[in-house]
């Protein structure tokens, strides 16, 4: 994700989050579940899910990819959807386990 997210800037200018926020009108994020957001920005992630939209992470994918954690639970306000899509195995108690994990404080 992040070499798609710096190919993204360099293409358009801005961040592929931002570049929907910016473009898709209002009604339509209001639709929208945007999936492995791993690594967008807080404020984007915060503009999103005020918009109305969701996300939805999935940690084990995200693990097994080796892509990091999701960390910026606060900025969607806990509005997080949870996901499986993990080549490895589909396991929504994996799923759970590691982004329970994942938001454990230091």
């Not at 339509?28 to 915060?46: I, N």
């Not at 606060?74 to 996901?83: C, N, P, Q, R």
């Not at 499986?84 to 982004?99: F, G, K, S, Y």
């Amino acid at each position: 994700q992040p070499q798609e997210i710096k190919d993204c800037v360099a293409a358009h200018g801005v961040t592929p989050l931002a570049l929907l926020l910016d473009n898709v009108p209002a009604e339509s994020l209001r639709r929208l579940c945007a999936v492995h957001c791993t690594h967008s920005k807080p404020d984007e992630l915060a503009r999103l899910v005020a918009a109305g939209g969701g996300v939805c992470v999935c940690p084990l994918t995200e693990a097994a990819l080796g892509d990091g954690v999701f960390a910026s639970l606060e900025a969607t306000a806990g509005a997080v959807s949870l996901g499986t899509d993990c080549n490895a195995r589909i396991d929504m108690i994996e799923e759970m386990r590691w982004l329970e994990y994942s938001q454990r404080p230091e």
